[in-house]
């Protein structure tokens, strides 16, 4: 009776004990969190850390931490301190995955933080093993376009946007979602507001004696797109603007966009007036169909 009396006392003050330490563990993520609140997120993580060695296989502790460390990352995350917390963070959301694996916050929150430290080679290796398992995700799809896009590969980012259409091709938006595409990459590499008050006509310059000309066009960067590429991404873009009209023919926000394409398409044509012209009168046509859509009368 004594002997198996001690094992009873032993296994409660086991018991206690491991109650005692989930207490201790749960106070602290509860003290923590209120610091989150407060904003003071260093002093909250290190109670999170305090945490980990008493209640190390708490979901909670993992995701409430990694959303600590986060805060701490600052906007690019090049710094060494936000390099450290997006490290923390990231470990945090590793043990989420492994005490919580049914748990779809863990990877979302990993690609987050990558997104936040601008990691576009862990983000490209993560969405391209996403689409070799799933390659009609258009989710994936459309993720790897932004990840491209954001990371400057303008070429592969209209890849898979033209993908993420093929896989819907009767949705209008998805086709819309290619040509605007195409006019924001062209707006920012070479299609600034300096390049739409250019007009190529001679012009006469006043002055006794002084002969008709043009002022010479804007200057164009390295990484500008121009000449022929220019025309053939705006005439691609147009392409699939029209595909989505042909789907929802009334459709103003993509006649508007078709008429901000052909005057992208237009900066190609300052050495031929007369190309130039025709795109910016093409221009001034989808705009007033835009208006007409609008107002209903289309």
């Not at 009334?250 to 052909?262: F, I, K, N, Q």
Request: glycine share 8%; net charge positive.
């Amino acid at each position: 009776m004594s002997y198996r009396f001690s094992i009873c006392v032993s296994a409660a003050i086991v018991l206690l004990g491991g109650g005692c330490t989930q207490v201790r563990g749960r106070k602290r993520i509860q003290d923590a969190n209120e610091l989150y609140r407060r904003g003071k997120y260093t002093e909250a993580v290190a109670l999170y850390q305090e945490a980990e060695a008493l209640v190390p296989n708490l979901p909670t502790l993992w995701l409430n931490k990694g959303y600590t460390c986060r805060q701490l990352i600052a906007p690019g995350g090049k710094d060494p301190e936000s390099r450290r917390a997006a490290a923390c963070a990231l470990e945090a959301f590793r043990r989420l995955g492994e005490v919580a694996p049914g748990d779809p916050r863990a990877s979302e929150l990993t690609l987050a933080t990558w997104s936040d430290i601008e990691d576009y080679p862990a983000l490209e290796s993560t969405f391209l093993a996403r689409n070799r398992r799933a390659p009609n995700d258009v989710d994936v799809v459309r993720g790897l376009q932004d990840v491209y896009y954001r990371w400057g590969k303008w070429p592969e980012a209209l890849r898979w946007s033209k993908r993420a259409a093929a896989l819907r091709p009767d949705d209008a938006e998805a086709q819309y979602g290619v040509g605007t595409l195409v006019w924001q990459i062209l707006s920012a590499r070479g299609g600034g507001s300096e390049m739409a008050t250019y007009d190529p006509w001679p012009h006469p310059t006043p002055g006794p004696g002084k002969p008709a000309g043009a002022a010479s066009p804007p200057a164009t960067a390295l990484n500008d797109v121009t000449g022929a590429l220019r025309v053939e991404l705006a005439d691609q873009g147009i392409a699939y603007l029209e595909k989505a009209l042909a789907r929802r023919p009334r459709y103003p926000e993509a006649m508007t966009y078709a008429g901000l394409l052909w005057r992208q398409k237009s900066f190609a044509f300052f050495a031929d007036p007369i190309a130039w012209q025709g795109a910016v009168d093409e221009a001034d046509a989808w705009q007033q169909k835009a208006l007409l859509a609008r107002a209903g009368k289309s």
